[in-house]
């Protein structure tokens, strides 16, 4: 292997462990402005340092990464489609090998949609890409993208990753699935689990931890570090399962772990903030109700009521008078007794 190809690799899966942890934030790419992910900058800065690699395409890496960071980059080219069009499959290569090069990437990603409509061109498509990049050093990681109509069962993610790696890729990546160990006895090359869809964090936990027990070299996680309510303590767990063997319960100590020492350090005034802003809505709701002249006039004929009953009271001395006034309607009636 190529020194150039071996040393990117190198940065991607770690050679002291074998073991990868990405962090994918290339979702707009088809998908817009996903939720929690609508401002990458903003997401990206803190997760930075904790994952090994990050995953994303080149209108993110330019607008909303830090130039200055060491942090290795795995640079989507493929695209074309949106989730609001016909086909999710019809992608094609949409950044030049130049553009990688000049935006550093250690790694460039695609997807192959194995038995959809656009196989052919995406199949394709990778080998070409491989050939091209293959010339420079850089790895090209594959993705088994899975349309809605296409299974998530080991059958098919074998057949998918089997394919992509026969066209040259040098990572698959893919889902996580019973018998996952037969799509990595199957697959000649490293495979990387993604996250999915967001689910309970102590399930993602266990979901990377299935992944590293069934052979995957890491997870290569989006949703699942930044919908949580905590992704830094979140992506600290993960990393801590991909490169310590920490087992689900351990990770999970340690998020609470982290979630509890957060909450310490948020300044009070910072966490009120989303309440100040309920109460100023409240404020505006009040007074819009108070201008409302018919709930005024109301209140005039509640106060009137209030009146006459303050002057219908009984004598608070006779306490014969007072019983019923006692009679809290909530209250259960003695008398009933
Ligand atoms: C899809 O948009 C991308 O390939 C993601 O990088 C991949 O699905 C991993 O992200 P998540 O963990 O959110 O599934």
Redesign the pocket.
Known sequence: MDWGLKNRLAQIIKPQNNRALML?V??GY??GPTEKLENPKKVIAPLLKHCDSL?LTRGVQRTSVDANTDTPMVLRVSGGSSIIGDDLSQEDITVSIQDAIRLNASALAM?IFVGSKYEYQTIVNLGKLVSEAEQYGIPVLA?TAVGKELGKDARYLSLACRVAAEQGAHIVKTYYCENFEKVVQSCPVPIIV???KKIPERDAMQLTYNAIKGGAVGV?????IWQSEHPVAMIKAVKAIVHQNYNVDQAYKMYQKLVAEESKRTPKSKGNKPNQKKSKKQNNQKKQNNQNKPQQKKSKKQNNQKKSNKQNKPNQNNPKQNKPNQNNSNKPNPAKK
Request: glycine letters at 18%; hydrophobic letters at 45%; a negative charge.
């Open positions: 994918a290339d979702h088809f998908l995953m997807s993705v993604a996250g999915g290569d996680m989006g949703r699942n």
